[in-house]
Antibody, heavy 126, light 106 residues
Framework: QLQLQESGPGLVKPSETLSLTCTVS??????????WGWIRQPPGKGLQWIGG???????YYNPSLWSPVTISVDTSKNQFSLNLSSVTAADTAIYYC??????????????????WGKGTTVTVSS | SYELTQPPSMSVSPGQAASITCSGD??????VCWYQQKPGQSPVLVIY???KRPSGIPERFSGSNSGNTATLTISGTQAMDEADYYC?????????FGGGTKVTVL
């Protein structure tokens, strides 16, 4: 059974870079038509998609994020990572990694998250 | 940017049906999925491609999508269905979530 586990620091200072890693177990990150994505949830608020990447490097990002975002994939470690630079208090959230399934339709591709990690809380504060 | 609108909250009596709506411009032309999130837990996919149920999701969860509105219906709502529910679509290369609906069973 596929499992995802987020890891990284729980506290980041303002203006610094938030770095998280998601370790995938029970399956290969380079198999199938899956992207590997990040989603966050500020305290008491709804879900916000950050972006997703295919193992070859093809990626989609949410342009509405105020902090520069980079997602990367390490197939040798079966991991993918998130870097969010120049963070502010508004980046405080629970960060989830998820498998983003790609579905081909006659109208184009469509994506949804079918497996989620448990989430990790990141606080931005000095 | 594309927006999905959900009612913030609703309540339902045990055993009754709960219908949660998600509205967006020409939403019926897109595929919609739904997630359930209980307090302190990560979201769980309960409906994908408008109306399909993942393995392990009870039959009381069903979905539809037409026009500008997608609907998640919980038939015979149980206490364990109390949770936040989020709709999601894909538009212009972006995953878009609705704001979420808190369903209270009382």
């Amino acid at each position: 059974q596929l499992q995802l586990q987020e890891s990284g620091p729980g506290l980041v200072k303002p203006s610094e870079t938030l770095s998280l890693t998601c370790t995938v177990s029970g399956g290969s990150i380079s198999s199938g038509t899956f992207y590997w994505g990040w989603i966050r949830q500020p305290p008491g608020k709804g879900l916000q998609w950050i972006g997703g990447m295919y193992y070859t490097g093809s990626a989609y990002y949410n342009p509405s994020l105020w902090s520069p975002v980079t997602i990367s994939v390490d197939t040798s470690k079966n991991q993918f990572s998130l870097n969010l630079s120049s963070v502010t208090a508004a980046d405080t959230a629970i960060y989830y990694c998820a498998r983003q399934r790609e579905v081909a339709t006659q109208f184009g591709n469509y994506y949804y998250m079918d497996v989620w990690g448990k989430g990790t809380t990141v606080t931005v504060s000095s | 940017s594309y927006e999905l609108t959900q009612p913030p909250s609703m309540s339902v009596s045990p055993g009754q049906a709960a219908s949660i709506t998600c509205s967006g411009d020409k939403l019926g032309d897109k595929y919609v999925c739904w997630y359930q999130q209980k307090p302190g837990q990560s979201p769980v996919l309960v409906i994908y491609q408008d109306s399909k149920r993942p393995s392990g999701i009870p039959e009381r969860f069903s979905g539809s999508n037409s026009g500008n509105t997608a609907t998640l219906t919980i038939s015979g709502t149980q206490a364990m269905d109390e949770a936040d529910y989020y709709c999601q679509a894909w538009d212009s290369s972006i995953v878009v979530f609705g704001g979420g609906t808190k369903v209270t069973v009382l």
